[in-house]
């Protein structure tokens, strides 16, 4: 059976469960499900810890031990690898609510999409991310006939170009988060 790898931007995937009101997910039936009809061959999450002053608040602190003990989760789960990048503190905006910017998230995912592709580890690439920044990626896998499918949430929540670019498509939906509940029975 074919092989895929699923390439997850941990905050592109928050920001969608915040549409549908942050509900808990099963990550290895997202994976399942994401790359229904292949092997699964690895799981990739990119995320960064929260932003932590060099003076941290107690509430700082608190955010940072529970995103700590998430990634450690997701890290102990079958075909699972955790890649960590930084918030960088940009200063505020007109409304005085801080800045952060992801630094080495995108670039990390996109170097590990062209060594699989380069590789061969994958038939198919499975992204969930939003982000154009990654289409140079897509580009690649699809030029060395590596199939990539796009996992999205609703419209407005994904660059249309990268949309365009896959060769599938799959929505998350209510329906889809509820399969995928963790306060779900099994």
């Not at 905050?11 to 549409?19: A, K, P």
């Not at 399942?32 to 932590?52: I, M």
């Not at 007109?94 to 170097?111: A, I, T, W």
């Not at 660059?159 to 988060?177: A, C, P, Y």
């Amino acid at each position: 059976m074919d092989q895929a790898a699923v390439f997850i931007d941990g905050g592109y995937l928050s920001s969608v469960l915040r549409q549908f009101g942050k509900p808990r997910i099963r990550y290895e039936q997202l994976a399942r499900w994401a790359c229904e009809g292949y092997k699964l061959y690895r799981v990739y999450y990119y995320d960064c810890p929260p932003y932590q002053s060099s003076v941290p608040s107690k509430e700082e602190r608190e955010r940072v031990k529970s995103a700590q003990s998430f990634f450690k989760a997701l890290e102990r789960l079958d075909r699972f690898v955790v890649r960590l990048g930084r918030l960088a503190y940009r200063g505020t905006d007109d409304d005085g609510n801080p800045v952060f910017v992801q630094k080495r998230v995108d670039l990390q995912l996109g170097l590990d999409i062209a060594t699989l592709v380069t590789e061969r580890r994958a038939d198919l690439i499975v992204l969930i991310s939003g982000d154009s920044d990654l289409i140079p990626a897509v580009e690649m896998a699809r030029n060395r006939s590596v199939l990539v499918r796009l996992i999205h949430g609703p419209k407005g929540t994904y660059h249309q170009d990268l949309w365009d670019l896959v060769d599938e498509r799959r929505e998350i939906t209510k329906d889809v988060l509820q399969a995928l509940s963790a306060d779900q029975d099994s």
